[in-house]
């Protein structure tokens, strides 16, 4: 059992960070959560797969940055004025997440979380943890570790 299955199950709030990916909005529990930067340019690396944007120095320790709607399979157009970099932690590593724009930060109950429906799973499901129905839309809840299993094999081999 996920530890987000074994939330979900005793009924507990959850808090997440809610952000926007054009027109989409997707969000992750605030524990994953290191800092919240603002745009900052990175510095490329070569051959490095199309979601990696490069590397910046995060007060000494050189992180990857990562464009989440490459990831996702979505299409980027990144606004330097509205963009943010969302740094988490990610198993051992700590990933900087390129997104077009932070919403908001909640606290929800657990039994929010909808499991995504069977059509769905032509994707890699393992990306989300499910869907959040709220007032304004739909919010897709976002599996970071599943998301970067391979994420250090994936900048070692670049």
């Known amino acids: 059992m ?3 299955e074994a939330v979900m199950s005793r009924r507990e709030t959850l808090e997440i960070i809610a952000f926007h990916l054009g027109d ?3 969000c992750i529990r605030t524990t994953s959560i290191r800092e919240i930067r603002g745009w900052a340019a990175a510095t490329p690396l070569p ?3 199309p979601e990696i944007m490069g590397v910046m120095n995060l007060r000494g320790t050189v992180i990857p940055i990562i464009d989440l709607a490459a990831k996702l399979g979505m299409r980027s157009h990144i ?6 970099i969302v740094v988490a932690e990610v198993g051992k590593s700590t990933v900087g997440l390129v997104v077009d724009q932070v919403s908001d930060i909640l606290s929800i109950s657990a039994d929010l979380v909808q499991p995504l429906p069977a059509f769905a799973r032509t994707f890699d499901s393992a990306y989300a943890h499910g869907i959040i129905p709220l ?3 739909m919010v897709c809840f976002l599996n970071l570790d599943q998301m970067f299993a391979n994420l250090e094999s994936a900048v070692e081999l670049t």
């Open 2 to 4: 996920s530890e987000i």
């Open 24 to 26: 989409q909005q997707f």
């Open 47 to 49: 051959h490095a797969p």
């Open 79 to 84: 606004d330097n004025r509205r963009a943010a």
């Open 135 to 137: 007032d304004r839309g």
